[in-house]
């Protein structure tokens, strides 16, 4: 079945640093992929999202990169800032009402 | 601006009690969806509704029913609790593209629920 694979499960970061996740997918079909973050005791909220048609997109210190052939897409966040520690999660989506998550990656920000 | 409402915030049953998780949205959304999130399983999807009339399962949608009179709400109810529901429950509203992708998903604040 449908299914998004995100590494890594866990990541730290020097503050400044960049950090980058990864998700790959298996539906060709897929056409939109959003970034969200969770920061604790809250529901997760976009970041950032991504169409099929476009292959990277940037939003002041985050970016996203897709790669439609190797079917992954990925999320970089530079000069990294404690604010930025939460957990990310990847998602694709397409028609027929789809959408599957990955399962989350716990960013920790050290000092 | 409300968002999504999600009641409770906090809830503890018995196995084999039931209840009903409560969601409302005031984007006028099409699309609302129900997710269950556990420590290493990421969020997965127990139902969703197209529309008000519409509802279908997700990945994981034994023991869970939903229904959608309307366009804003859209209830979870738990049948008979078990120990294995014990979970945090969101509840999401999107806007669909035309080719009926779904959009920007909006998250309620969950509903934690332990079941004794």
């Known amino acids: 079945g449908e299914n998004v694979e995100q590494h890594p499960s866990t990541l730290s970061v020097q503050e400044g640093d960049s950090a980058v996740i990864k998700c790959t997918y298996s539906?060709?079909?897929?056409?939109?992929f959003p970034w969200y973050k969770q920061e604790l005791g809250k529901g997760p909220q976009l970041i950032i999202d991504?169409?099929?048609?476009?292959g990277e997109k940037k939003d002041q210190r985050i970016a996203v990169t897709l790669n439609k052939t190797a079917k992954h897409f990925s999320l970089h966040i530079t000069e990294t800032q404690p604010e930025d520690s939460a957990v990310y999660f990847c998602?694709?989506?397409?028609?027929?009402?789809?959408?599957?998550f990955g399962k989350g990656t716990r960013l920790h920000i050290l000092p | 601006n409300a968002g999504v409402t999600q009641t409770p915030k906090f809830q503890v049953l018995k196995t084999g009690q039931s209840m009903t998780l409560q969601c409302a949205q005031d984007?006028?959304?099409?699309?609302m969806s129900w997710y269950r999130q556990d420590p290493g399983m990421g969020l997965r999807l127990i139902h969703y509704?197209?529309?008000?009339?519409?509802?279908d399962q997700g990945e994981v949608p034994n023991g869970y029913n939903v229904s959608r009179s309307t366009t804003e709400d859209f209830p979870l109810r738990l049948l008979s609790a078990a120990p294995s529901q014990t979970s945090v429950y969101f509840c999401?509203?999107?806007?669909?593209?035309?080719?009926?992708?779904?959009?920007?998903?909006?998250f309620g604040a969950g509903t934690r629920l332990s079941v004794l």
């Open positions: 999401a509203s999107s806007y669909s593209f035309q080719d009926r992708t779904p959009g920007i998903q909006y």
């Open positions: 539906d060709s079909a897929s056409n939109y």
């Open positions: 991504i169409r099929s048609n476009v």
């Open positions: 998602a694709a989506s397409w028609g027929d009402d789809k959408i599957i």
């Open positions: 984007m006028n959304h099409e699309y």
């Open positions: 509704s197209v529309g008000a009339g519409i509802t």
